[in-house]
């Protein structure tokens, strides 16, 4: 069975530093891996997906990699804002079907 | 524009009381999904349908129940043999998978359900 880890679950940083958040997967036989944020009381915003024969994918400050033989997949934002302050969720799909198997998240604060 | 429209945004349930979730989308999506997230941990899927009339248990389907009537509306049903309801439900819709499209799930802003 799949298991998705997130660490840490919390990350304070000041204003301008990078972040980088971890996730680790147990079951290499995935087709991609999305990161999500998600903001209190809402919903998820797709952040960046990866495919499963992609190293990286970017999207202005945010960039996210992936190796799949290690089970890993790491978020950098570049030049923290506090309105980057938020939680960080990665989720995997797996080979059979379109379900997502989410890892706990990452509460992250931006101190201005 | 396009969207998921979760109603309401908070429900209170009393014991023994079934309560449905209601999640409608105008993006033209063949699959939905019901995702059930407790304080500080991610999403658990519940159930999913990845097209009308047919529908599948996920990993916590037990106390739970779906239909998919129409494309546009897949509502949830929490029923009175769910003895921990209280949570934030979000529904989530996709493209359909077998079509071969790597495409990533779009989320409604979720139901908070409390026990009176």
């Known amino acids: 069975k799949q298991e998705v880890t997130q660490i840490p679950a919390a990350l304070s940083v000041p204003e301008g530093e990078n972040l980088v958040l971890n996730c680790s997967f147990t079951?290499?036989?995935?087709?991609?891996l999305q990161w999500f944020r998600q903001d209190p009381g809402k919903g998820l915003t797709s952040l960046l997906l990866?495919?499963?024969?992609?190293r990286e994918q970017t999207s202005g400050r945010l960039n996210a990699s992936l190796d799949k033989s290690s089970g890993r997949s790491t978020l950098y934002i570049a030049a923290s804002q506090p309105g980057d302050s938020a939680t960080y969720l990665c989720?995997?799909?797996?080979?059979?079907?379109?379900?997502?198997?989410f890892g706990g998240g990452t509460r992250v604060l931006v101190k201005p | 524009d396009g969207g998921i429209t979760q109603s309401p945004k908070y429900l209170f349930r009393k014991e023994g009381q079934n309560v449905t979730l209601s999640c409608e989308q105008n993006?033209?999506?063949?699959?939905m999904y019901w995702y059930r997230q407790d304080p500080g941990q991610g999403l658990r899927l519940i159930y999913y349908?990845?097209?009308?009339?047919?529908?599948q248990k996920g990993d916590i389907a037990e106390g739970y129940s779906v239909s998919r009537e129409k494309k546009e509306s897949f509502p949830l049903t929490v029923t009175s043999a769910q003895k921990n309801p209280t949570a934030f439900y979000l529904c989530a819709s996709s493209p359909r998978w077998d079509r071969g499209d790597n495409q990533p799930q779009h989320f409604g802003d979720g139901t908070r359900l409390s026990i009176l």
């Open positions: 349908s990845q097209i009308v009339n047919d529908f």
């Open positions: 990866i495919q499963s024969s992609q």
């Open positions: 079951d290499s036989a995935i087709y991609n």
């Open positions: 993006l033209n999506h063949d699959a």
């Open positions: 989720a995997v799909h797996q080979a059979a079907g379109n379900k997502l198997t």
